[in-house]
C-alpha cells in the first residue's frame, strides 16, 4: 500500500507519510511543468534565433527580465497565499482557504490594470536603463510591450498555481500548461513562419497561451472543489487575511523583484562586450533555466510540505523533510550540471552556431553551473522558513547576497578581466555562497518555528 496519503481530487496530504517520497512525488509535476513554463520563452528564442537573427534573440532574452521585474511583486502575493492555503490545510479549516483564495484573486483584478500601465510607460527607460545593443532595441521594445499588455494572463496564472500547490495539488497546474504550451509553439511557427511578425509574434503567442492557462485553471477550480468558488470580477476582500498575505508575499515579491533588477543591471554589464557576447549570455541563460528547473521545484514542494505540517504541529515532520530535500535537491542538481557541462557546445548550437556567440556561452555554462548545488541548498533552506511563515529572512539574505556579493563581484571581475569577461560569472557563486551562510545560520537558530499563521495554532513532536 502507498505511503503517499491523497486528500480529494489528487491534492497530496503532506502530514502523513515518508517525506523523502512525498517531495518527490509532489516534485515530479512541477519539474514538468517548470520544463513547459520555460518552453514558452525557450521556443520564442530558438524560433527568433534561428529564422530571425542574433538580434531579435537579444531582444527576447532582455525582455524577460523587465516583464519579470514588474510582475514579481504579485506573485510574490501568490507565493503567500500557497503559504496560508497550505497552512490551512494543514489544520483543516476550509473556510479560511476558500477565503484566502477569493481574497488573492480579488486583489489581482484591482491591481492589474495599474501594472499593466506602468510597464507600457517604464519599458523605454527600463531598456536604456540595460544598455541594450541598438540593433537589438526595437524588437525588445515590441517584446515587453506585447507581454506587458497581456499580464492578466500571466497573473492569473501564477494565481491558479500557487491556490493549487497549497492544496497539495501539484499535477492539475501541469495538465493546464501543457495544453497552453502546445498553444503556444503552434501560435510562435504560425506567426513567425507563416505571418513573418518576428518579435511581435513569439511574445503575441505567448500572452495567448498564458490567458487560455489562467482560463482553464479558473474552470477546474470551481468545479472540483465544492467550498471554493473563484469569482473573477468579484472585488470583494477580506482585510485580515489580506494583511496576512501582504505579510507573507511582500517579501516574497521583493525577494523575486530584487532579482530582475540584479538581472538587468548584469544584462547591462554583459551587453557591454557587444552583441556577441551578450547572444551567448542570452543562449546560456535559456540552458540554465531549464537546469534550474528541480532547484526551483524542490523548492516549491518543500514550501508546502512545510506549511502543511507547521500548519498540523508536525515540527518533526518538518526536521526530517528538510534534511531529505537538501540531499535530493544537492543530488539532482550535481548530476544534471555533470551532464550538461561537456554537452554545453551541442545545446548552445541549438540557439545560434555563430562560433563567438557560442564561446561566450560556454563562458557562462562553466562558471555558472559546475557549483550550482549550492544554490540547491540555499534555496531549500529559504523554502523551510518561508513555509513556516517566516518570508522576511529569506528577503534579506538575498538582498545581502545579491547588493552586497554577487553585483558588486561581477562588476569588479569584468574590471579585473577585460580580455576575459567571462569570468565575471563567477560572481553567482560568490553571491550563492553568502547567500546559503545567512540563511543556515537562521534555520540552526530555529527562530522561524514560531511564525505559524494559524490562530492557536502549537508545534508538537511526536
Not at 513554463?37 to 532582455?62: C, E, P
Request: with cysteine; net charge positive; hydrophobic share 55%.
Amino acid at each position: 500500500m502507498s505511503t503517499i496519503q491523497r486528500r480529494e481530487h489528487g491534492s497530496i496530504d503532506m502530514t502523513q507519510g515518508r517525506p523523502l517520497g512525498l517531495l518527490a512525488t509532489f516534485s515530479l509535476p512541477l519539474l514538468l511543468g517548470n520544463v513547459l513554463q520555460q518552453m514558452y520563452n525557450m521556443v520564442d528564442s530558438m524560433v527568433v534565433g534561428n529564422f530571425v537573427g542574433k538580434d531579435a534573440l537579444t531582444a527576447v532574452s532582455v525582455g524577460f527580465p523587465i516583464v519579470f521585474l514588474l510582475s514579481s511583486l504579485f506573485i510574490g502575493l501568490s507565493m503567500g497565499a500557497t503559504i496560508m492555503i497550505a497552512q490551512y490545510i494543514g489544520a483543516g479549516d476550509r473556510e479560511q482557504v476558500s477565503r484566502t483564495v477569493n481574497t488573492i484573486c480579488a486583489g489581482m483584478m484591482i491591481v492589474i490594470l495599474p501594472l499593466t500601465l506602468l510597464g507600457l510607460l517604464v519599458t523605454v527607460p527600463m531598456l536604456r536603463l540595460t544598455n541594450v545593443p541598438a540593433e537589438a532595441f526595437e524588437d525588445a521594445r515590441v517584446y515587453c510591450l506585447v507581454v506587458f499588455a497581456g499580464l492578466i494572463g500571466t497573473f492569473g496564472y501564477n494565481v491558479n498555481t500557487g491556490i493549487m500547490q497549497g492544496l497539495g495539488d501539484s499535477k492539475t497546474p501541469l495538465i493546464f500548461l501543457a495544453v497552453a504550451c502546445v498553444i503556444n509553439i503552434i501560435l510562435d511557427l504560425v506567426f513567425v513562419l507563416v505571418f513573418s511578425w518576428g518579435v511581435f509574434g513569439v511574445a503575441f503567442a505567448t500572452i495567448i497561451a498564458q490567458f487560455c492557462s489562467w482560463i482553464f485553471g479558473v474552470a477546474y477550480i470551481n468545479r472540483k472543489y465544492s467550498y471554493i468558488h473563484i469569482r473573477i470580477f468579484s472585488f470583494k476582500v477580506d482585510r485580515d487575511l489580506l494583511r496576512q498575505l501582504v505579510r507573507l508575499g511582500v517579501p516574497s515579491g521583493v525577494q523575486q523583484c530584487q532579482f530582475s533588477v540584479a538581472i538587468i543591471l548584469m544584462q547591462a554589464l554583459i551587453n557591454g562586450f557587444g552583441s556577441d557576447f551578450a547572444a551567448g549570455f542570452a543562449a546560456a541563460n535559456k540552458i540554465d533555466s531549464f537546469a534550474f528547473m528541480p532547484i526551483q521545484s524542490f523548492a516549491v514542494a518543500v514550501t508546502t510540505f512545510v506549511g502543511q505540517n507547521v500548519g498540523a504541529g508536525r515540527l518533526d515532520r518538518v526536521k526530517h523533510g528538510t534534511r531529505s530535500a537538501l540531499v535530493l535537491s544537492v543530488a539532482v542538481c550535481a548530476a544534471i550540471s555533470a551532464v550538461v557541462v561537456p554537452l554545453r557546445r551541442e545545446l548552445l548550437m541549438l540557439f545560434n552556431q555563430d562560433p563567438a556567440v557560442v564561446l561566450a556561452g560556454e563562458d557562462y555554462l562553466v562558471r555558472v553551473l559546475s557549483p550550482m548545488f549550492v544554490l540547491a541548498a540555499q534555496f531549500t533552506l529559504n523554502s523551510v522558513l518561508r513555509g513556516a511563515g517566516s518570508t522576511v529572512v529569506p528577503m534579506i539574505s538575498s538582498i545581502i547576497a545579491l547588493w552586497g556579493a554577487r553585483v558588486p563581484a561581477a562588476y569588479l571581475l569584468a574590471w579585473m578581466f577585460p580580455g576575459a569577461p567571462g569570468n565575471l560569472y563567477w560572481s553567482y557563486l560568490i553571491g550563492w555562497l553568502v547567500g546559503f551562510a545567512i540563511t543556515g545560520v537562521v534555520y540552526l537558530r530555529g527562530r522561524w518555528k514560531d511564525k505559524c499563521v494559524v490562530a492557536g495554532q502549537t508545534i508538537r513532536v511526536e
